[in-house]
C-alpha cells in the first residue's frame, strides 16, 4: 500500500539514474491471426527473416536494456526454448483467462529499478526505442499520425504529459496511438502495481496493463514522446502481418542498415581496442602475479518446471522449481563443465534422492541432506543448504535432465551453470 501523501508530492523523476530493465508481455496466443500464426504464439512469427521477439530483443541489447524478463503462457517451452538465454522467464499459467495486466502483475518481485515495458507482437524501428529512453522521464510512445480506428488503443495529450488512454477516447480528445512501449521509473511503478492490485482485487481478469497506467495517471506525470514518422506496427491480424512484411519491414531494414552499419562497424573497433587494453593489462598481471583467474558461470534457463525467485541474504537469485514427478531440463552444447546445484525445500529427515540422467540414461544420483539454510527466503518455506554435482559435458549437444525420485522430498530447488566453452 502506497500512503497518500507519498503519492502526490514525491517529485517525478527528470533523468534516468539507474540501467532500465526490461519486461516483454509475450503470454497470449494470438487468436485473431489464425492460420497466418500457423499455431506459434505471436512473438514467434518472423518479419525479416527473424522473429518479433528477436527484433525487441536485439533492440534492447544494442540500447543497453538488461537483464530482459519475457512473460509467458501459450506455447512457453517453445519460447523458453527459441530465446534462450537472452532473457529469464516467467509463466503466465492462467494466461487463456487473464490479460496483460494480470501478466505484468507477475513480474512485480523481478522488477528492481527503471523499466522498459514492450508489447510483443510490436516490430518497430530501434529509434523508436531510443527516443524514448532519451526522455529521461516515467515516457510513453505514442504515434499522432495514428489512433482512429476503433481497436486502437488511443492517448490524450496536455502539455506533452498522458492525460488518458482508451479504445473508447472521441476523435476529438484523441493525441495518437498508444506503440506499446513505455519506460517507469520505480518509483511510478510502485503507483502502477497498486492501481493493478485494485483491478485484480475486482476481479478484472480481462484488464489490459493500459487501465492500470489510466488509473495512475491522477498520481504520476507521464511524458508522451511523440515517434510519428518512425516506422512501426502491432501484428494482430493476418493483414498486418502482411502489412509488416511488405511494407514496413523494407523501410525499417532500409534505415537500419545505414544506422546499424556504422554504429556495429564503431562498435567492433570499440570493443577491438578495449580487448587489446585488457588482453595487455592481463598479461603485466599475469606476469606479475601467476594466479589463474576464476572461471565464468552462466545461468541455464530450465524447461519442464517454473522459475523462482530465491532470497539468499537479501540478494534474489533464479532457481527453478521441481514439484513431485516433474522433471527439469535443459539442452547444454559441450564441452562444458555443468554445476548442478540443488536446495531442498522443506527437506525431511533422512536423505532423499535425486536422479540426474544424459541424454536419457542415468547418470548420477544424488542424496538431498535436511540441512536448513537459515539465509534463504522463499515464501515462508524452509529451503536447505545449496549442495553440487559437477559434470563434464562432453563436446557436441546433449540433454541433462533432473528429477526426484519417490521418497519424503516432494519438492526441490534446481539450477544448472555453466562454463563459458572449455
Not at 494466461?95 to 512485480?108: D, G, I, V
Request: neutral net charge; glycine residues 8%; hydrophobic residues 45%.
Amino acid at each position: 500500500m502506497i500512503p497518500q501523501d507519498e503519492r502526490t508530492t514525491a517529485a517525478p523523476p527528470k533523468r534516468q539514474t539507474q540501467t532500465a530493465q526490461a519486461v516483454i508481455l509475450a503470454a497470449g496466443k494470438g487468436s485473431r491471426l489464425g492460420k497466418a500464426a500457423d499455431g506459434l504464439p505471436k512473438c514467434l512469427i518472423q518479419v525479416g527473416g527473424k522473429t518479433l521477439i528477436r527484433h525487441q530483443l536485439d533492440a534492447l541489447a544494442d540500447a543497453g536494456v538488461s537483464p530482459v524478463l519475457v512473460m509467458i503462457g501459450y506455447s512457453a517451452d517453445l519460447v523458453r526454448e527459441t530465446v534462450g538465454n537472452s532473457a529469464e522467464f516467467i509463466l503466465n499459467p492462467r494466461y487463456a483467462a487473464t490479460n496483460s495486466l494480470h501478466t505484468f502483475y507477475l513480474a512485480k518481485e523481478w522488477i528492481k529499478g527503471p523499466v522498459v515495458i514492450l508489447n510483443s507482437d510490436v516490430i518497430a524501428d530501434p529509434r523508436l526505442l531510443e527516443a524514448l529512453l532519451q526522455s529521461g522521464e516515467d515516457s510513453l510512445a505514442y504515434d499522432s499520425l495514428s489512433g482512429y480506428a476503433r481497436e486502437h488503443m488511443k492517448v490524450a495529450v496536455r502539455d506533452g504529459k498522458v492525460t488518458n488512454m482508451s479504445k473508447d477516447l472521441p476523435e476529438e480528445g484523441t493525441a495518437g496511438e498508444n506503440v506499446g512501449m513505455l519506460y517507469l521509473s520505480r518509483r511510478t511503478l510502485d503507483i502502477v502495481f497498486h492501481e493493478a492490485e485494485k483491478l485484480i482485487a475486482a476481479d478484472r481478469t480481462d484488464a489490459f496493463l493500459a487501465e492500470a497506467i489510466r488509473a495512475s495517471l491522477g498520481l504520476i506525470e507521464l511524458k508522451a514522446v511523440d515517434v510519428a514518422g518512425i516506422p512501426w506496427t502491432e501484428i494482430d491480424t493476418p493483414h498486418d502481418l502482411e502489412r509488416a512484411r511488405r511494407e514496413l519491414w523494407p523501410k525499417i531494414s532500409e534505415r537500419c542498415g545505414v544506422r546499424t552499419g556504422a554504429w556495429r562497424a564503431r562498435q567492433r573497433w570499440r570493443r577491438l581496442l578495449t580487448a587489446l587494453a585488457a588482453a595487455a593489462a592481463l598479461a603485466l598481471v599475469f606476469s606479475l602475479a601467476r594466479f589463474s583467474a576464476p572461471r565464468s558461470w552462466d545461468t541455464v534457463f530450465l524447461s519442464g518446471v517454473r522459475s523462482v525467485p530465491l532470497q539468499v541474504d537479501g540478494v534474489p537469485q533464479h532457481w527453478w522449481r521441481i514439484d513431485g514427478e516433474e522433471t527439469a531440463s535443459a539442452e547444454i552444447e559441450g564441452p562444458r563443465t555443468l554445476a548442478i546445484q540443488f536446495r531442498g525445500i522443506n527437506p525431511p529427515p533422512g536423505l532423499p534422492v535425486v536422479e540426474i540422467l544424459l541424454d536419457g540414461k542415468r547418470h548420477e544420483v544424488h542424496k538431498i541432506k535436511d540441512s536448513v539454510d537459515s539465509r534463504c527466503s522463499l515464501a515462508g518455506t524452509a529451503v536447505g543448504n545449496r549442495q553440487k554435482v559437477v559434470i563434464a559435458v562432453p563436446s557436441g549437444r546433449h540433454r541433462v535432465d533432473v528429477r526426484l525420485m519417490p521418497g519424503e522430498l516432494v519438492a526441490l530447488l534446481v539450477r544448472f551453470r555453466v562454463t563459458t566453452a572449455e
